[in-house]
């Protein structure tokens, strides 16, 4: 903020270049009486600017053509009327906002008129034409854009490429101008191409979007990981939008409910998404390849995915296990990939076999048990009944002597 600073003239390039981050920028009751043309190059970040009663006279748009400026306060500066200030009329006529500044300019007899009526022959808005052929192109090929431009005074015309990555050059003379583009990136497909035309009230523009057609590439494909579901992701890039299949061990894999492709990010031309299975098991662990293909071509690429281990077997290292625990198989995802393989011939587990096998020992063990206990109680019985005999008999024979 710089105010009553009478001997303050000029504003130069070395002046607030320091200040890159600056965004608000006042100038009141001053004597600046000029700005130079590369004053704010540096100044990039600038929203606001008041040079509010200062004793400027004149004022180029091209101080601030790089800015995205919300507010440009110049009242009470004794401008002088010629085409070079129309740029401020303009400004004001389509500034969005209804704040209107009331501004004056000085004409040759010295009069303050409003800059809202003033009227210069020959100095308007300039206006570009871009004839372009159909730009929907394939990867590697070059094409031609042609421009126009008109306006009085006589605009400068110059191109806006944006962050084009292919080789380009431009031609111009006069108000005539080319851009060739050769060997097209598909990097390089929903790019803005503008020509642009520009005099001292202003600019005009006129642009295309560059569509480019390119054979698919997949460019991420990885081993699948856990969320709510069980996900193999992807990034696939092609124009136009591939097709995407799965094969599964060789086989095509026919989706469902339980295992679809699911795409979760688009970016023009690039898809990001995952191959999700609901609940997969040991049934599902093999081999996914995933194709992609469109009129320019296709690619390929395959993972091996590992879900769990097979049911009653533990895996550590090379050493393989069998464990007592029986556990139910679903099957459901097994049937969704296609498996027609007939489980009812294969041979149980050994630990089911096992486990069976003990369950019989224990039967047999309490048998012998019951039945050997039930010969030791016949045996006692027996024995004390034969006790019970033999003393009986002894009596009476005492008594007969």
């Not at 110049?74 to 906002?97: D, Y």
């Not at 031609?144 to 191109?159: F, H, I, K, M, R």
Request: aromatic residues 8%; contains cysteine; negative net charge.
């Amino acid at each position: 903020y710089i105010a009553n600073q009478k001997r303050l003239e000029i504003i130069n390039e070395d002046d607030v270049e320091a200040y890159v981050g600056l965004k608000n920028l006042t100038i009141v009751d001053s004597g600046l009486k000029f700005v130079a043309h590369k004053a704010f190059l540096k100044n990039g970040n600038l929203q606001h600017i008041n040079f509010t009663r200062n004793k400027l006279t004149s004022l180029s748009r091209k101080h601030f053509r790089h800015l995205d400026l919300s507010e440009l306060i110049l009242t009470g500066n004794p401008f002088t009327c010629s085409c070079e200030i129309m740029w401020i009329k303009t400004l004001q006529e389509t500034k969005s906002s209804p704040e209107t500044q009331d501004l004056y300019c000085l004409n040759e007899s010295s009069k303050n008129i409003p800059l809202a009526n003033l009227q210069i022959p020959n100095c308007g808005l300039p206006s570009a034409n871009l004839a372009a052929p159909n730009l929907t192109v394939e990867e590697g090929k070059s094409i031609t854009l042609s421009c126009s431009v008109a306006g009085d005074p006589v605009p400068n015309l110059y191109w806006d490429v944006g962050n084009l990555i292919s080789k380009h050059m431009n031609e111009t003379s006069h108000t005539q101008g080319s851009l060739r583009i050769t060997n097209i990136s598909s990097d390089d497909s929903g790019k803005q191409i503008s020509c642009v035309a520009e005099n001292l009230v202003g600019e005009d523009q006129d642009s295309v979007n560059l569509t480019v057609h390119f054979a698919p590439t997949i460019t991420f494909l990885e081993s699948p990981t856990s969320d709510h579901h069980w996900c193999i992701p992807f990034t696939v890039k092609g124009n136009p939008k591939p097709t995407l299949q799965w094969l599964y061990n060789g086989a095509i894999l026919n989706e469902s409910k339980y295992i679809c492709t699911k795409i979760h990010v688009t970016n023009h031309t690039e898809y990001h998404g995952c191959l999700q299975l609901d609940n997969p098991t040991h049934m599902n662990n093999g081999d996914y390849k995933l194709v992609a293909k469109n009129e320019y071509g296709k690619d390929e690429k395959q993972i091996s995915a590992h879900f769990m281990g097979r049911p009653g077997i533990i895996e550590t290292g090379s050493s393989v296990y069998y464990s007592d625990v029986i556990y139910e198989d679903y099957g459901t995802a097994a049937n969704d990939i296609g498996d027609t393989t007939n489980r009812s011939n294969e041979f149980p587990p050994p630990g089911v076999v096992n486990k069976t096998g003990r369950e019989h020992l224990s039967v047999y063990a309490v048998v012998v048990i019951a039945s050997v206990v039930g010969f030791c109680l016949l045996v006692m019985l027996f024995l004390l009944k034969l006790a019970r005999h033999s003393k009986f008999g002894m009596k009476g024979k005492k008594g007969c002597a």
